[in-house]
């Protein structure tokens, strides 16, 4: 047993005596204790029993040979990504953002623009340990005795367990990344575009919609040597470069966290695109840790929506992403301009891709293609409208194409449309099975009543 192998074990040992001597006899409900989170739903946070699993943050093993990575579930991709690319691999899905935590990835939906072949995090998945409730650790894989967990942990928003280690798989780099931006104007060719770009044999694919006949889609692959090199941590914008640039090239490092610096174009709400205001905050308050504090300051002191009511209008946070069949991605994007009218819209292909079974919270065709669009904004009118009016638009558009949604933001639906889009029958099974003494918040409690 390595060291650092030997270090988890003994972490876990005295995390489950712990927890197995307690005395708490309360009813109220288990909840993680983290210092921050990419959750965006406003949360009605009752009285919670806070379990600290930080100490769970290391990188425990690279296999360069059997192509994985043993990881703590607290552990950050940017910490992750940091001690992989010494050993030329990085995870198969790198989610945007440098604080996503590989356990919250794996309970919630992470993708990225690997994720056309790769499919989403939960499709990386090799094993993982699941800390349950009880104080019982459970080994997943999808062929053992716990395999109805290992296929149902995913989206399951710690309403089954914690992760407390898990094994990805992993990819081989090269130290830089080539990128070409392809510009359309008609989205039929835009989509039909994107789907021969997953076929071509790159390593990654996304794509952004700027306006209705601006659409951009952005191929890349690794390289070993780089002409120039383009710094996006500073005082430069990548997503402007799609606009500006039909080829680029990036450190394969800056690749993976080039959406991170402006999270994605959402400083720009912060005034942080302004050439003085960047050089204030310099380079290392660049990124969505600075952001993500500002953003839930002002969530829970309201400062946009007061202003807003000061103008006469009216707001609502729209911050969504859903996956769509790429056959119904034109028509899903015509009712995001027509009804919502957010821009840009981050565009990611996805394959999902399941290993014999279907995972039971996050159902996709297997091995169909399915097109991810990420819009996040305030959306404002000039009336009064219900509250959660054009997320509830989304939702029930999203259900008619055939789609799903993460439930990592605000949802609105009712029990039974949830129930129906999320498997909650076969969740039910699992509930009672790994939480008997519902000692854990239901999944619809947690992600649309927001308990």
Not at 47 to 62: G, M, Q, T, Y
Not at 222 to 232: E, G, K
Not at 404 to 430: C, H, N, P, W
Request: charged content about 25%; glycine content about 8%.
């Amino acid at each position: 047993m390595t060291p650092d192998v030997s270090a988890h074990a003994s972490r876990r040992a005295e995390l489950v005596a712990a927890m197995r001597t307690s005395t708490a006899t309360s009813a109220t409900p288990l909840g993680l204790g983290k210092r921050s989170s990419n959750l965006f739903r406003d949360r009605r946070e009752g009285s919670k029993r806070r379990l600290d699993l930080s100490d769970f943050c290391h990188v425990l093993d690279i296999d360069t040979t059997g192509g994985w990575v043993d990881v703590e579930g607290l552990t950050t991709y940017e910490e992750l990504v940091a001690q992989t690319l010494p050993h030329g691999v990085m995870p198969a899905v790198v989610p945007q953002l440098k604080t996503i935590t590989v356990g919250g990835a794996a309970a919630g939906v992470g993708i990225e623009a690997t994720s056309f072949h790769c499919g989403l995090v939960h499709n990386t998945l090799l094993e993982l340990d699941v800390l349950l409730p009880t104080g019982e650790v459970m080994h997943c894989t999808p062929d053992n005795e716990h395999h109805d967990l290992f296929f149902g942990f995913p989206n399951s928003y710690g309403t089954l367990g914690y992760a407390l280690r898990l094994r990805l798989r992993t990819l081989p780099v090269k130290p830089f990344v080539k990128v070409e931006h392809l510009q359309h104007s008609m989205s039929g060719e835009f989509f039909g575009e994107l789907a021969a770009r997953c076929r071509n044999g790159v390593s990654f694919v996304d794509g952004v919609v700027f306006a209705p006949q601006q659409q951009i889609i952005s191929v890349a692959s690794f390289v070993d040597a780089a002409p120039w090199l383009s710094d996006y941590t500073f005082e430069h914008i990548y997503y402007r470069s799609l606009l500006d640039r039909k080829v680029d090239y990036l450190r394969v490092q800056d690749y993976l966290w080039r959406w991170d610096t402006d999270w994605f174009w959402c400083s720009k709400n912060l005034g942080a695109q302004h050439p003085l205001v960047r050089r204030l905050l310099g380079r290392s308050r660049l990124n969505s840790r600075t952001y993500t504090r500002i953003m839930r300051w002002n969530a829970r002191w309201g400062l946009t929506r007061r202003l807003a009511r000061l103008r006469g209008r009216f707001t609502e946070s729209v911050i969504q992403d859903v996956d769509i069949p790429i056959a119904a991605a034109a028509d899903f994007l015509t009712f995001l301009l027509r009804e919502i009218d957010i821009l840009p819209i981050w565009i990611c292909p996805v394959r999902a891709l399941e290993p014999g079974h279907q995972f039971t919270l996050y159902p996709m065709k297997p091995d169909s293609l399915y097109v991810n669009f990420g819009f996040w904004d305030v959306v404002e009118s000039a009336v009064s409208h219900e509250t959660g009016h054009f997320n509830r638009m989304i939702e029930r558009e999203v259900i008619r194409l055939g789609g799903i949604k993460s439930l990592y933001s605000d949802s609105y639906f009712t029990r039974e449309e949830f129930a129906q889009a999320y498997g909650m029958a076969r969740y039910q099974v699992l509930k009672e099975k790994y939480d008997p003494g519902a000692d854990m918040l239901g999944l619809y409690e947690k992600c649309v009543l927001r308990a």
